[in-house]
């Protein structure tokens, strides 16, 4: 792996350097975590898939490390870190970061600011798209669109859905990492299907059984074959396996809850509209989800007393950035008609400081920023228009 060079940046890193004394104005002081960074989190919270992207090295103790391909996670393990953890805290981050990128520069700048331990979140939330949106404003965008979503919605959804755990699993996975879960769930409806399996005998036995069961049998079936282990996995592993694709076999996400799944990722709007109509869905099925549609008109009131324009604000259930920890709400901002590429991006991920380390769940929400790819627009001629 090449590491490319990112150009001399010193119009954008000034730019930036401006941004960052607005944010420590609003109360968020500089952060400044170190560049070498354990690989570990990024591995675990990422998946092994963006190890081909990571700068790796390992220590005289064998403790793999790399260059720090985005700041969010060092800024969080500082703060975890630090005397005022669980304590509300507000940063603010400017810096390199490394990351291969296929013909792109393998370094590049990035800004941001990360909010923890606020438990007024649906306020919190609203704030950093505020932010978000000044440093758009900063270079002088206004054709800019805002793209929100919140998987707190669609995680209420499959609890009052009372699937069988397996499938809960799959389904907030399969959201996490894709954009779109309709088509998502066609596929996964047709991979359960009717089919060949060559572990078909396994997986007809396993079909109803718990996880001792499972264990046990799978267990018999290599001390047949008289191996302990498959390509690194356990027992117990391959036991978890074979339990997962025998549930996902048997049919077991019911017609009704393909329903309703359906239809909620099919509501796309403007926010209001949006929670009139997952209102009419909680009640015309009976689901107990209003604490997480309250939470987003919450959010929702608290957008438009900090001056943004809601109604020109597109909600999409379906939205999603592609990432396991994000816990709520999620946004991107774009450039009209500039690409798919977010300017900037950000939202609520609650869960990733319990995977990092701490000792009881910690409120969290904060955006990145790309800093030369919002400079380099806002250098381009400049349009009329407003923020939608």
Known sequence: MTLTAAPRATGSAA???????SFAQAGYARAEPSILQ???PFLDLSGEDIRKSLYLTTDAGGEELCLR???TIPVARDYLASDRCGQPAGFSYLGAVFRYRGGQ???FLQAGVESFGRPDRAAADAEMLALALEATAAVGLSEIEIRTGDVALFTALIDALKLYPVW??????DFNRKINLAQDIEQITLA???GHNEYEGVLAALAGSDRKAALALVSDLMTIAGTTNVGGRTVAEIADRFLEQSTLKSGALPRDALGLIKRFMAIDGEPDEAIARLRALA???RLDIAAAIDQFESRVGFMAARGIDVGATRFSTSFGRGLDYYTGFEFELHARGNG???LVAGGRYDGLMTQLGAAKPIPAVGFSIWVETLTEIGRQPATAGSVS
């Open 15 to 21: 730019w930036a350097e401006g941004l960052l004394l």
């Open 38 to 40: 354990p690989a570990e």
């Open 69 to 71: 391909p985005d700041l």
């Open 105 to 107: 520069a393998s370094e």
């Open 168 to 173: 809960r699993r799959r389904l907030l996975k």
């Open 192 to 194: 359960t299907g009717p």
């Open 283 to 285: 009640a015309d099925a």
């Open 340 to 342: 798919v590429e977010p």
